[in-house]
């Protein structure tokens, strides 16, 4: 009940003009809201997993909020060197996209290009080269695509020759734990986790080369990232290979070779930085500043201010369950405004 009222609440809100009130004031113009988004679905992959993926159809609607409700979308730079200038338009937003996959390309780029919308997308490297799809996501997809099954696979690491049911989130969730908990420790190279991949679905008896063929749950390849730059989209580093090491040089040498990858495709050196699955240590901080990364994003909930750590910007990660009446209020303003009126929304590293 409590989430209905909410609700109802925003819309009065919003409906009333109260929401516009903030997002007109000096409040609003001093601050930046950074939208994260993840997976475009090609079919049914909102279905599956809402909290990474949307239908195309609710991202237009979001494009379509953010233009009635008069917001500056901004390229990310440009957005990041405003902030602290104090030089910001009129809500102020900025669109970033993590991990770039493939459905960004079929999916989110047209309907960015018909609102004529700036976006920058985070891109880890190695599996736009390598490229397959992402072997943990596909895994837990096609364990859902056949969750009416028991699983038996003692040829995978890890599962040995007990049956597994797949029916629930946690059962499943079990048996990519298992897999991964077995392979961690060999660090297998990226063609052997395909075959992990491969076989699982051979015993799920599900086409793995057709997964490949419609670049399901795929990053983009190196051309479509150089294509995609010509056209104006921003790409900025997310590590080589999506990983957050606790040993300082191995953190440094994932974001120089991950930007050595991202200058060869675009031509452009990258100098914003996102945090692989938001994960982030205080150490990280003066390595990412020794190495010239002007702004890090985290996943944390917030809209960035004046006094927001350039290295530790806050966003509102936007997804399927996100209501179009929480939408707006974020837009606007009145839902960070009611979180901390003094828009101090700056994370605390762990």
Same mark, same amino acid.
């Given at each position: 009940?409590?989430?209905?009222?909410?609700?109802?609440?925003?819309?009065?809100?919003?409906?009333?003009?109260?929401?516009?009130?903030?997002?007109?004031?000096?409040?609003?113009?001093?601050?930046?809201?950074?939208?994260?988004?993840?997976?475009?679905?090609?079919?049914?992959?909102?279905?599956?997993?809402?909290?990474?993926?949307?239908?195309?159809?609710?991202?237009?609607?979001?494009?379509?909020?953010?233009?009635?409700?008069?917001?500056?979308?901004?390229?990310?730079?440009?957005?990041?060197?405003?902030?602290?200038?104090?030089?910001?338009?009129?809500?102020?937003?900025?669109?970033?996209?993590?991990?770039?996959?493939?459905?960004?390309?079929?999916?989110?780029?047209?309907?960015?290009?018909?609102?004529?919308?700036?976006?920058?997308?985070?891109?880890?490297?190695?599996?736009?080269?390598?490229?397959?799809?992402?072997?943990?996501?596909l895994a837990a997809?096609?364990?859902?695509?056949?969750?009416?099954? %028991?699983?038996?696979?003692?040829? @995978? &690491?890890? +599962?040995? !020759?007990?049956?597994?049911?797949? *029916? #629930?989130?946690?059962?499943?969730?079990?048996?990519?734990?298992?897999?991964?908990?077995?392979?961690?420790?060999?660090?297998?190279?990226?063609?052997?986790?395909?075959?992990?991949?491969?076989?699982?679905?051979?015993?799920?008896?599900?086409?793995?080369?057709?997964?490949?063929?419609?670049?399901?749950?795929?990053?983009?390849?190196?051309?479509?990232?150089?294509?995609?730059?010509?056209?104006?989209?921003?790409?900025?580093?997310?590590?080589?290979?999506?990983?957050?090491?606790?040993?300082?040089?191995?953190?440094?040498?994932?974001?120089?070779?991950?930007?050595?990858?991202?200058?060869?495709?675009?031509?452009?050196?990258?100098?914003?930085?996102?945090?692989?699955?938001? %994960?982030?240590?205080?150490?990280? @901080? &003066?390595? +990412?500043? !020794?190495?010239?990364?002007?702004? *890090? #994003?985290?996943?944390?909930?917030?809209?960035?201010?004046?006094?927001?750590?350039?290295?530790?910007?806050?966003?509102?990660v936007d997804t399927?369950?996100?209501?179009?009446?929480?939408?707006?209020?974020?837009?606007?303003?009145?839902?960070?405004?009611?979180?901390?009126?003094?828009?101090?929304?700056?994370?605390?590293?762990?």
């Amino acid at each position: 009940m409590n989430g209905v009222l909410r609700e109802r609440s925003l819309s009065a809100t919003n409906r009333l003009g109260v929401s516009r009130v903030i997002g007109s004031s000096g409040w609003r113009r001093r601050r930046l809201l950074i939208l994260c988004y993840h997976g475009i679905s090609l079919t049914n992959e909102h279905e599956w997993n809402p909290s990474l993926y949307m239908p195309a159809s609710t991202l237009e609607r979001r494009l379509q909020t953010i233009e009635r409700t008069g917001c500056t979308v901004l390229p990310l730079g440009e957005a990041v060197a405003r902030l602290y200038r104090g030089a910001l338009p009129d809500r102020a937003v900025a669109l970033t996209f993590d991990d770039g996959y493939y459905d960004f390309l079929a999916r989110a780029y047209p309907l960015l290009e018909r609102y004529g919308f700036p976006a920058t997308i985070y891109l880890p490297t190695l599996r736009c080269e390598h490229n397959r799809p992402i072997v943990n996501v596909l895994a837990a997809y096609m364990m859902w695509l056949r969750r009416d099954r %028991v699983l038996t696979a003692p040829e @995978l &690491p890890g +599962l040995g !020759a007990e049956p597994y049911p797949l *029916a #629930t989130a946690a059962q499943r969730a079990l048996v990519l734990q298992r897999i991964n908990a077995a392979i961690r420790p060999l660090d297998p190279e990226p063609d052997e986790r395909d075959e992990i991949a491969r076989a699982l679905a051979r015993r799920l008896e599900l086409e793995y080369d057709r997964f490949v063929e419609e670049r399901v749950l795929t990053l983009l390849r190196p051309s479509e990232v150089t294509w995609l730059a010509t056209r104006g989209i921003d790409f900025q580093l997310h590590t080589h290979r999506h990983r957050t090491p606790d040993d300082d040089d191995r953190f440094v040498e994932e974001v120089r070779e991950n930007r050595e990858r991202l200058q060869a495709m675009t031509g452009i050196p990258a100098v914003h930085f996102c945090y692989p699955s938001g %994960v982030y240590r205080s150490a990280y @901080l &003066p390595l +990412l500043r !020794a190495n010239g990364v002007r702004s *890090a #994003t985290t996943t944390r909930l917030g809209i960035a201010g004046p006094s927001s750590d350039p290295l530790l910007l806050p966003r509102f990660v936007d997804t399927s369950l996100v209501s179009d009446g929480k939408f707006e209020a974020w837009l606007q303003g009145i839902l960070p405004w009611l979180r901390d009126p003094r828009g101090a929304h700056v994370p605390v590293p762990r």
